[in-house]
């Protein structure tokens, strides 16, 4: 594949699949996690807040239809996109009962000129009748499901309080492969204990499963998280810009060159954010992974191929 940048960008996919620009928009669909809800834990995840990653937006009572409106709106007006995915991001997005899950992706679906779903969710929530009625939809339309797996070692699984293990992904994926569904997994960088060559070994390791997408996180600090109080106790370092960029060149170089890579880092919302502060400094910090791509003369997939 040749791309005009030195990795396969989710615009550059979209825009080969649609032929137009194309815009995820995010849905808070008001579910829970079990993580949160007392089946696993009450604490979540320890970088994870009460927001859970989300808009708030089901909480100031906006529809989903309400939000997708908003968001075409929005995306339209500032990137001139003509189609859209429903991005059900906010907690864990197959966790409620089939019917609920129905209705939330149908009336997305019923939106006009949104062309398919991502579905975020836990890889321990997936049940067979959910990847079903997932298949159904992928027919005829684009659906991703987006696993979040954080990490390949169940030692740093365990350390996050994640609530499973990497079988869970590895079960999930296998489940979900062959169905019609795109499969992204979610890795950050940074996690405690995690030296580089384990995070690197995430990379080698999700190469071989046959994954069509992936999103790299930075780990950063929000407030009201366990996360937090290990850094106030100076009990974790938060990696520097450099350090994170280093570490995705690198993992990016381990990936086969077919896999999207939907996103290269997070976004923190400033409010919340104790630090690192370059965590705000997104348009740097993909600027300067380009940058180091070029300078090194490598790109994603040149280590697969040796």
């Known amino acids: ?74 995306m339209s007006r500032r990137y001139g996109a003509k189609k859209f995915i429903a991005y059900f991001q906010s907690f864990t997005n197959t966790y409620a009962p089939l019917e609920r899950l129905s209705a939330m992706y149908g009336e997305a679906l019923a939106i006009a000129d949104v062309v398919g779903l991502s579905v975020g969710t836990r890889p321990d929530c997936i049940r067979p009748e959910v990847i079903d009625l997932l298949a159904s939809y992928a027919k005829d339309r684009l659906v991703w499901i987006e696993y979040g797996l954080q990490s390949a070692h169940d ?19 296998a489940a979900t492969k062959n169905r019609g569904i795109r499969i992204c997994a979610h890795v950050i960088l940074g996690l405690p204990g995690e030296t580089r060559e384990m995070m690197l070994d ?38 520097t810009q450099q350090e994170y960029v280093d570490l995705v060149c690198e993992f990016l170089v381990r990936l086969p060159e077919n896999v999207v ?19 705000l400094e997104k348009g740097k910090t993909l600027n300067l992974i380009e940058k180091t791509l070029e300078e090194r003369g490598i790109r994603q997939g040149m280590a697969t191929k040796v």
């Open 155 to 173: 030692s740093t699984l365990a350390r996050i309080n994640r609530g499973h293990g990497f079988a869970a992904f590895e079960n999930a994926v």
């Open 261 to 279: 890579i939907q996103r290269l880092t997070g976004d923190p919302r400033k409010d919340e954010l104790i630090a690192p502060e370059w965590a």
């Open 202 to 239: 995430t990379a080698r390791i999700l190469s071989g499963m046959g994954i069509d997408g992936i999103k790299l996180h930075l780990l950063y600090v929000v407030k009201d998280t366990v996360l937090a109080e290990w850094y106030r106790k100076g009990e974790y370092r938060c990696l």
């Open 1 to 74: 594949m040749i791309h005009s940048r030195r990795y396969y960008d989710l615009n550059t996919y979209f825009r080969e699949r649609f032929g137009c620009r194309v815009q995820k928009i995010t849905i808070d669909a008001g579910l829970s996690c079990p993580n949160r809800d007392g089946t696993l834990s009450t604490g979540g995840c320890i970088y994870c807040n009460q927001q859970g990653s989300g808009t708030g937006a089901h909480g100031r009572g906006l529809s989903i239809t309400d939000q997708l409106v908003a968001g075409k709106t929005a």
